[in-house]
């Protein structure tokens, strides 16, 4: 992305010809595609309209920040991440203040040893101000200079227009993952109800013709056929609706006291092949929990195992330790090659023992969805021919 030819050919601004380059600078803003863009235009404007012997666009990343884009007489930090604490940047961003500093060794906020390899001595390092800020833009000067209150103005202009213009980015950017993720999600929806639909389409004729030669047998059996299609289909539906409402940034929670080694039992009962779990469970282990989403992750976990054991005992574990509960499924079945467990808690992603099985890639993904949302942690071992150990643990105390 490039400053508008005006922009890029008239001189070092001045008066009123600075204002007319704000607002090139606005308008190259509001159509940055992206963050990358929205530096572009930033580093090149801030040092043309300042007169800066370098510009720097530093963007936050948790507790570190990161010096995405650069602009200087000699090379200062582009691609260097430092922890925010001991930066200037981070010091303007969580101050959400306007930093001027004549003489950088000078200052107790500036890592000194960072900037001796650097022509800088002195700068103006200004908050990029979203909701909560995202970014900074720092202007240096080989010389001992101190940031005139124009100077930093116009550098306060110029993040204003960007704070717009990565907001802007961000909504567009969720806007094509929810698109996205739409899209994907009516593929598999169609993909997926098409079998149970067909099942219960045949089990439908079957009743019907079962009840018109007067079979009661034959209506009894299609009638069976009918329910376990059913109850597929509302299993795939209620999987589709979770992988929207666990999408969000917070999945609510209903607390109760829950006793884990009961509700175990009781969802592993009605599972498929139940009688191949073997239960271990420590009595009183109770916790404040969201039941529902408790069942989730039992259902799915040992579902898993029965579905994927090789037909061998599904050992189910319950004990308490210090603060936490545990849970722990682990079968007997052909393992997980280590290449495939970073992928077992993605989004729409099955392991190589369910491909070719029906499903959408959408339960271990629940499953640690709602483990977090507790506050907990899941982790998995695994290998090859030597079966599979999920081990869940949650905080006793909501």
């Known amino acids: 992305m490039a ?7 008239r001189p070092a601004p001045a008066r009123a010809d600075k204002v007319l380059d704000l607002i090139d600078v606005a308008r190259e803003l509001a159509i940055a595609p992206d963050v990358e863009g929205v530096g572009h235009v930033v580093k090149i404007a801030a040092r043309r309209l300042l007169g ?7 963007l936050r990343e948790g507790d570190l920040v990161r010096y995405a884009d650069e602009d200087a007489i000699s090379p200062l930090w582009k691609g260097t991440a430092f922890p925010a604490s001991s ?24 890592p000194h040893d960072a900037y001796r390899p650097t022509f800088v001595k002195s700068m103006l390092m200004v908050p990029v101000l979203t909701g909560q800020p995202v970014a900074a ?75 018109a030669a007067a079979d009661v047998e034959g209506a009894r059996r299609a009638g069976e056929r009918l329910q376990r299609g059913t ?42 092949s139940a009688d191949r779990a073997r239960i271990a469970a420590e009595p009183g282990v109770v916790g404040e929990w969201d039941r529902a989403r408790l069942e989730q992750i039992v259902a799915n976990l040992v579902g898993n195992a029965l579905k994927f054991g090789d037909g061998k ?37 099955r392991g190589a023992a369910a491909r070719g099985v029906g499903g959408l890639g959408l339960g271990l993904w629940i499953v640690r969805q709602n483990v977090e949302a507790h506050g907990g942690e899941i982790h998995v071992e695994s290998r090859p021919g030597a079966g599979t150990r999920f081990t869940v643990e949650l905080p006793l105390a909501g």
């Open 137 to 211: 833009i720092g202007a240096y000067w080989a010389e001992r200079h101190a940031a005139t209150p124009r100077e930093s103005a116009l550098l306060e202009a110029i993040a204003g227009f960007a704070a717009a213009a990565l907001e802007r980015a961000k909504l567009e950017r969720e806007l094509r993952s929810a698109v996205a993720l739409r899209d994907e999600l009516l593929g598999l929806a169609a993909h997926e109800l098409r079998t149970p639909l067909t099942v219960l389409n045949l089990a439908v004729n079957g009743v019907t013709r079962a009840l």
């Open 313 to 349: 005992p599904v050992d189910v574990s319950v004990s308490s330790h210090g603060g936490l509960a545990r849970l722990v499924v682990a079968d007997q079945g052909a393992g997980i090659a280590e290449e495939e467990r970073p992928r077992l808690f993605r989004r729409f992603e």
């Open 3 to 9: 400053l508008s030819a005006r922009a890029q050919a």
């Open 52 to 58: 800066a012997d370098g510009v720097t666009f530093v």
């Open 87 to 110: 930066c200037v940047s981070g010091w303007a961003m969580d101050h959400r203040e306007t930093v001027v500093i004549e003489d950088v060794y000078a200052d107790a906020r500036v």
């Open 231 to 272: 109850a597929r289909l509302a299993r795939l539906i209620e999987m589709l609706l979770d992988s929207t409402r666990l999408a969000q940034l917070e999945i609510p929670l209903v607390r109760e006291r829950v006793e884990l080694g009961g509700l175990v039992a009781r969802v592993v009962a009605s599972l498929p």
